[in-house]
Nanobody, 123 residues
Framework: QVQLVESGGGLVQAGGSLRLSCAASGRTFSSYAMGWFRQAPGKEREFVAAISWSGGSTYYADSVKGRFTISRDNAKNTVYLQMNSLKPEDTAVYYC????????????????WGQGTQVTVSS
């Protein structure tokens, strides 16, 4: 079992940066692949980024590639999402998720979810 708590969301102007954190409970955090997803009002949840258990592999959605960076610190049971050059279309609730096997990009492959943190980018 893994419990996930996101933090770091907020209101930022276009072009600004935010760093999201996702703190995980449980002693087996290092065995989980982790992902970030987002959901804007009236839209489906979409994949943002994912990282393997070791941090050696990362995947990004085309819409955030080059602007967002996912990383993890297994000693701190935390995964991060550094978001730079933010755009109004990045506005959404951001969720972190944990997956017990391989790195994944589909939301239904993930086993555990946080409660989400709101990111709002003003133009």
């Amino acid at each position: 079992q893994v419990q996930l708590v996101e933090s770091g969301g907020g209101l930022v102007q276009a072009g600004g940066s935010l760093r999201l954190s996702c703190a995980a409970s449980g002693r087996t955090f290092s065995s989980y692949a982790m992902g970030w997803f987002r959901q804007a009002p009236g839209k489906e949840r979409e994949f943002v980024a994912a990282i393997s258990w070791s941090g050696g592999s990362t995947y990004y959605a085309d819409s955030v590639k080059g602007r967002f960076t996912i990383s993890r610190d297994n000693a701190k049971n935390t995964v991060y999402l550094q978001m730079n050059s933010l755009k109004p279309e990045d506005t959404a609730v951001y969720y972190c998720a944990a997956e017990e096997s391989a790195i994944a990009t589909m939301w239904d492959e993930y086993d555990y979810w946080g409660q989400g943190t709101q990111v709002t980018v003003s133009s």
